[in-house]
């Protein structure tokens, strides 16, 4: 990490950068608004779906372009920090994904690559969706069904 030595800044960095994933997990639910979710990205940031399919992230509504679970949320459980410049920070977060029809649904990793701006605020210039597993009867089953996966 740089910083060079500053621990206040890391941790004022970690803190604005935590503050921003739980953000977008607040927004990442049922019906969600993802007009509200494009403001948390730099300008041209990206999106890349578990497939690898890479949109923008006023695209973001494509992961649940084929249907969405009547109610879902997003929990955050672990988050490791990684600084190689001090305006630029890799994030790898683990979340548990519940829904109405399975608790837990799906899980996996966020991994996330955030700017700082002029202003202070970190922003995503990507997020990366990695599902690591769900349940056999859950949303992320029968979409993968749905996709043909």
């Known amino acids: 990490m740089s910083f060079d030595g500053r621990t206040t800044e890391r941790f004022v960095a970690q803190s604005a950068i935590r503050d921003k994933l739980h953000q977008y997990a607040l927004l990442a ?3 969600a608004d993802f007009a509200a979710m494009v403001p948390l990205w730099v300008k041209g940031g990206t999106f890349t779906l ?22 879902i949320r997003h929990h955050i459980t672990t988050v490791g920090y990684e600084f190689p410049a001090d305006d630029l920070a890799y994030t790898d977060t683990y979340f548990i ?13 966020w991994k996330d690559r955030l700017r700082r701006q002029e202003n202070g605020e970190w922003l995503f210039e990507n997020k ?20 043909g996966h």
């Open 50 to 71: 578990p497939n690898g399919h890479v949109v923008g992230a006023d695209q973001i509504q494509t992961i649940v372009a084929t249907g969405q679970p009547n109610f």
């Open 97 to 109: 994904a519940y829904t109405d029809i399975a608790q837990p649904d799906h899980w996996g990793r």
């Open 128 to 147: 990366s969706v990695i599902i690591e597993g769900w349940a056999k009867i859950s949303f992320w089953a029968d979409l993968m069904a749905r996709l």
């Open 29 to 31: 639910k049922e019906e």
